[in-house]
C-alpha cells in the first residue's frame, strides 16, 4: 500500500477518555498499557488504533518520543501535563540529547511540535540506548515500592537502558521480565499483570545472577546512579559538541576545541589510575563498536554508558564533568 493510500484509511485521533497522568520516570510505553487497562478495550489493536489512528509498533514507545505528537490529542487542551514534560520525563530523549548532533534534536523537537511532518521518525534514540538483553526489566523493590504507593507497578525508562544492571537507587540487579521487545510490538503488557508472579516468587529466593558484576557492583551502581542524574538533567547539556568540549577541558585539550577521539591506551590509563581492577575497562571497551589500527577510538563510537563511565572514573560523576570550572 502506497504511503497516501495508507493515510486515507487513518481514522483521526481523538481527546481520550481516562487518560492516566505518568509515574515519575515511567516509560510512554507503560503509560499507554495503563490506558489500554483503563479503556476497558478488549482487543489490542482496537488501542492502538484509538491512539495512533492507524496499526503501529508500540516497541519504540519504550525509550524513544515516537508517536508523542500525538499526546496534544491525547490529553486534551487543559491538560496540565505538556508533550514537552513527557519528552523530558518519560523518554530517554534527554540521555540521547548528551551525544546527539543539534540537526537531529531539532528534527525530533520539531516533529513532536507539529511544526514538520514526516513519515521517517528517527528512532535511533532506542537503538543507541536500549539494554542489549532486549527485554522489559524491572527493580523488584522499585516495583514492590509502586504497588504500594501507586497501587500498581509501571515500566521505567532507567531500567531498559544499556549499562544498568543495578538500581541506582536500591542498590540491587536489576531483573528481565518474561516480556522481549517482539512481544510488545503489537500487544500492550501492563507492568502491574506481568510483574506481580514475579515479584512474589522473588521474596526469599537467591537471585543466581547476583555474583555477576560483584566485584566491580560499586561501579556499577555508580554508573547506574550517573545515568540517572543525566536522565533527570541531561536536557542542560544536549549536543555532542558540549560533550566534546567537556573533554577537551578535563584531559587539558584546550588548543583542540572539537577533539573527537581519544586512545585505546589513554582510556587504559584513565581506568588503571581509577580502579584497582580491569574489569570496567575491559567491559566498555566491550561496548565500543570500532577501533582505529592505531587504537584511535572516535567518541560517536562510544556508547552512552561508556561516557558515564570515563566522566566516572576523570570527574567523579556525570554532574562534576559538565560542572563549570
Known amino acids: 500500500m502506497k504511503y497516501h493510500e495508507c493515510h486515507k484509511t487513518r481514522k483521526p485521533v481523538g481527546r481520550l477518555p481516562l487518560f492516566p497522568s505518568p509515574y515519575p520516570g515511567e516509560s510512554i510505553y507503560s503509560l499507554l498499557c495503563r490506558y489500554h487497562v483503563r479503556s476497558g478495550n478488549v482487543n489490542d489493536w482496537y488501542t492502538i488504533r484509538q491512539l495512533f489512528g492507524y496499526n503501529s509498533s508500540l516497541g519504540s514507545t519504550l525509550l524513544s518520543p515516537y508517536h508523542l505528537e500525538k499526546a496534544k490529542k491525547w490529553l486534551g487542551s487543559g491538560a496540565s501535563i505538556s508533550t514537552e514534560t513527557l519528552l523530558q520525563k518519560n523518554t530517554a530523549f534527554p540521555l540521547f540529547s548528551v551525544t546527539a548532533a543539534e540537526y537531529e534534536l531539532s528534527r525530533i523537537c520539531d516533529m513532536i511540535s507539529g511544526k514538520v511532518e514526516s513519515t521517517t521518525y528517527p528512532r535511533w534514540v532506542q537503538i543507541r540506548l536500549l539494554h542489549p538483553s532486549r527485554r522489559l526489566r524491572y527493580c523488584p523493590e522499585c516495583a514492590a515500592a509502586q504497588e504500594k504507593l501507586y497501587g500498581e507497578a509501571y515500566w521505567q525508562v532507567l531500567p531498559q537502558l544499556d549499562g544498568v544492571e543495578y538500581c541506582p537507587v536500591h542498590g540491587i540487579r536489576i531483573k528481565n521480565s518474561t516480556v522481549s521487545l517482539e512481544d510488545i510490538r503489537y500487544k500492550f503488557y501492563p507492568a502491574s499483570d506481568v510483574l506481580k508472579p514475579m515479584l512474589?516468587?522473588?521474596?526469599?529466593?537467591k537471585d543466581i545472577q547476583s555474583e555477576l558484576f560483584s566485584f566491580e557492583r560499586e561501579i556499577f551502581i555508580g554508573l547506574a546512579q550517573g545515568l540517572d542524574w543525566l536522565h533527570q538533567n541531561g536536557i542542560h547539556y544536549k549536543g555532542i559538541q558540549k560533550l566534546y568540549r567537556n573533554y577537551n577541558r578535563i584531559l587539558g585539550r584546550s588548543d583542540n576545541r572539537y577533539w573527537p577521539a581519544i586512545n585505546r591506551n589513554e582510556l587504559r590509563r584513565?581506568?588503571?589510575?581509577?580502579?584497582?581492577?580491569?574489569?570496567?575497562?575491559?567491559y566498555l571497551m566491550s561496548k565500543v563498536s570500532s577501533v582505529m589500527n592505531d587504537g584511535t577510538i572516535f567518541l560517536y563510537c562510544i556508547p552512552l554508558c561508556g561516557h558515564v563511565m570515563i566522566m566516572n572514573a576523570v570527574s567523579g560523576s556525570p554532574q562534576n564533568f559538565y560542572a563549570v570550572p
Open 200 to 205: 512474589y516468587a522473588d521474596q526469599g529466593s
Open 270 to 282: 584513565i581506568f588503571s589510575e581509577n580502579h584497582q581492577t580491569d574489569g570496567p575497562y575491559r
